[in-house]
């Protein structure tokens, strides 16, 4: 018998390449989410629903819907959120996404499950939408960084991290949470035009320190976090990004144009070429993961929705 996996925001479009991605390796999906997939890709990315996963129509902020549709199963992987600040006002956006982390937490502990994914953010650094200029402290950033948020999406994702720890706490351990968190999430048909992005802006990834991130390659961790049984993964936080930078000059270049005071940062001149600012090592040893796409690789792009 498969095994039963929840995932909340299972119908949006990150949602939609994790749901394949477990179903590819013959897991039972139950998907909560407040609509149902399309018929058809849409253009932003969102893909239609997946033959035999069972959609429920829910809210993560109802904690009596997400224990619902978290009975039975043995994992689950929390995704929906308001995935930016600026759409919704500030309280908003802050109590949705913190309490629909504890929703989570809190069915997953009442379900005995034994493993929880969530979505986190490399935002918890609070670089993507700070409002007063300040600059990393060193790269590669690791985990070891400083958390600063500023915007009300940041720390609503670094309150989150706290709420998973203290589950994991209060289960004893026997509930293993990993807070994954991704970079800027680029659509593969995007990559096709990222060389005339940057050649009009160079500092246009600045936001995410010139990371990115692959969603096929991001469902992919977030499968294997729920099948660790790694000892130093059971509560923790990875970055989840591409070995390489989301821009076509070498990252050593493009920093101190986006972060002005930072030429003699630590670690700049010890970057490669195309390496990222941002350090996925972290994943690669607890999870084994290998990201494997990459935007310079024409293989790896993939047509637009029609």
């Known amino acids: 018998m498969a095994k039963r996996v929840a995932v909340t925001g299972g119908a ?15 897991y039972e999906v139950v998907v909560l989410d ?11 990315g969102v893909q239609p629903r997946v033959p035999g996963v069972h959609y429920r129509l829910g809210d993560h902020e109802n904690l009596a819907d997400v224990a619902e549709v978290f009975h039975g199963c043995e994992a689950a992987i929390h995704l929906s959120a308001i995935p930016a600040p600026g759409t919704h006002p ?3 956006v802050f109590q949705t996404n913190v309490m629909g982390t504890f929703n989570a937490c809190e069915a997953a502990a009442l379900a005995g499950l034994r493993a929880l994914a969530l979505a986190s953010s490399i935002n ?9 200029e300040f600059a990393p402290h060193f790269v590669p950033v690791d985990e070891t960084h400083p958390n600063l ?6 720390l609503s994702k670094l309150v989150g991290e706290e709420i998973a720890a203290a589950i994991h706490r209060r289960t004893a351990g026997r509930l293993r949470v990993v807070s ?23 500092r246009s990834g600045q936001r995410s320190l010139f990371s990115y991130t692959d969603p096929r390659d991001l469902a992919t961790l977030f499968r294997l976090a729920i099948e660790s049984e790694h000892p130093e993964a059971a509560c923790t936080a990875v970055f989840a990004v591409q070995d390489d930078s989301w821009t076509d000059r070498p990252a050593r270049e493009v920093l101190p144009q986006a972060y002005p005071g930072t030429e003699h940062l630590p670690g700049l001149e010890t970057l490669g070429a195309a390496q990222s600012p ?5 994943a690669r040893r607890l999870f084994g993961w290998d990201p494997q796409r990459s935007w310079r690789n024409p293989a790896d792009h993939l047509p637009p929705p029609e």
């Open 34 to 44: 407040r609509a149902l997939p399309p018929e058809r890709t849409t253009a932003r």
């Open 180 to 202: 994954i968190r991704p970079s800027a999430v680029v659509r593969p048909w995007q990559y096709a035009r990222a060389a005339e992005r940057f050649a009009s802006d160079p």
């Open 278 to 282: 941002v350090s996925n090592a972290l």
């Open 124 to 132: 918890t650094l609070g670089f993507g939408y700070r409002t007063h």
């Open 149 to 154: 948020p500023q915007d009300p999406y940041g």
């Open 12 to 26: 949006g479009w990150i949602g939609g390449w994790v749901v394949r991605e477990l179903v590819a390796h013959n």
């Open 90 to 92: 500030n309280a908003r």
